[in-house]
């Protein structure tokens, strides 16, 4: 009740809103779409044509005022001269228009409304209205409204992959514990996701048992609003992103030099670099921008992200223990290679356990997906177990109905007792039980069974995988009859003398584990040299950094990412990768380029596929400009030595048009655009050239 007497007064609240503005990203300042579609109807080589089609406007004119009949050959040619600019324009707005999305991408992620604490009392306001000093409520499921300083939290994480790359929900207290603003636990940042809080010891033992008891003080958070708008760390983010200045691509540079002359250069690479883009896409590479597949092929610099780009930043069921066995766990959506008996009692216990000792629930809407890649609300260690489950046996959702969530769960399985189960710290959860089940029996939980336990514990637990255990224990009916009074405050129930069930062991796809596995741990699995080339902990802004530093030493830089720390990056690279499952809408915003199915072995794809068309162009302009050079002999006589022009103004120009029309359709330079490689990867790659 302090708190709330204590908060802002309404007076002040508007004087502030006045002051700072609302909680919103301000869109950068645009240039008018008429102002850029000027720019491309009349920039570049499209002003020459223009200056030739005025001349041929003047021309008919002046022959019209002096004849009574003149030709109408300057007239025609005219037309066809703006018609193929307005065209060309047309078609190059387009492409620069897309890029304008971005800032709407942001836009998405800004939640409508706050539970904030004002006047002394509780209210739904919009997230705009928000100001500094305001005290706001954040629970489980929310999105923070704005840059907070946490005062008051239970069991309280936020999700900050997308913001600054951790791949582990980030525990959120009032304490402040690093001068760092993004690694001190006291801040939480404005659109990031609230996610379930951390339990306690007993509270982990038994998330669902007492569901009803734990829901309202799980994940639940009061903080100080410190930052709006442009002036949180994702308004910084989102105006580095948008205010670029993007440079000329390398193919555009290098193609610059023929289109000056009237060749059809720029018709036959639209169309080269269209079909590219057509092969690519059934390759689950999106391309964007077509002049982005060439790039990656001549891209000798990539700069990637790790957290959900070289890694998946999601949770697995990699081994289990039970039986004194360890099995590996099939995660292939076929369940083709599991080597163990899904038919085991000790499985279906395990099964049972998993399913039930569990908060976490799929997604409504995703049924149709492979369950590894339906989207879960809950834990991550917690969605592992139910895709697991799921994929084994199915039908997870209908049992929970048939076992719902009370004080003990009731099972279906005619025993006719309450069944509690747990699962934990497996050195906890063993300390509790005094058997085990081993092929469908309960046997002594001796010394030499928990020196079994400690060995396949050591094996599995030092090769960074995460370790949880599970048991359960059937209460006596005579002593807790159906309708007993379960109490969580006096604990009168059991929590001892459990049965050991087994133990999963949930590895951490791509994600580095508290204490095991570090990024130099990843980086020499993958043969990368540490001390050169890897960067940890990069802020936005460093990522930037260092993509413009090679771009000075005439690098030609591809980046690949996945999350809104990587937008700036994306964008000031010559080509950006976004991933198109996991990425966020302003990566792929940013992005020239989109994985559709995250798999980072399609650059490859791309980089091939670039190779090919650079080779082919190059072969193709060398025919073009072959043909086309006696074409244009006669006129630079014409000019340089007076000679009568061969062809009228109206020849010249279906002249033109037909060589146009030829070096599309019929030419022998169009096998030379789709020719196949042979051994084009040993080939290397185009010397970058240094720019300023």
Known sequence: MEMLRATMPIKRWRTRLDRDGPNALTPPKTTPEWVKFCKNLFGGFSLLLWIGAVLCFIAHGILASVQEHPSNDNLYLGVVLAAVVIITGCFSYYQESKSSKIMESFAKMVPQFAVVIRGGQRVDAPAEALVVGDIIEVKFGDRVPADIRVIQASSFKVDNSALTGESEPQSRTAEYTNENPLETKNLAFFSTNAVEGKFSPFQLFLP???????????????????????????????????GLEMGATPIAREIAHFIHIITGVAVFLGVCLTLTAKRMASKNCLVKNLEAVETLGSTSTICSDKTGTLTQNRMTVAHMWFDNQIFEADTSDEQSTANFNKESSTWLALARIAMLCNRAEFKAGEESKPVLKRECNGDASESALLKCVEMSIGGVTQYRKRNPKVSVHDTDDNDGRYLVVMKGAPERILDRCSTILIDGQDQVLDEAWREKFNNAYLELGGIGERVLGFCDLRLPAQDFPRGFAFDVETQNFPIDGLRFVAKAIAKGVGIISDGNKTIEDIAAERGVPVSQIVFARTSPQQKLIIVEGFQRQGAIVAVTGDGVNDSPALKKADIGVAMGITGSDVSKQAADMILLDDNFASIVTGVEEGRIIFDNLKKSIAYTLTSNIPEITPFLVFILADVPLPLAPLALGCQILESAWFNMTFSPSIPLRVTPRFLLFPWPTKKPRATS
């Open 208 to 242: 669902l048992i007492f569901t009803a008891f734990f829901y309202y003080i799980s994940g639940t958070a009061r903080g100080i609003v410190v930052a709006t708008g442009d002036r949180t760390v994702m308004g910084r983010i989102a105006n580095l992103a948008s």
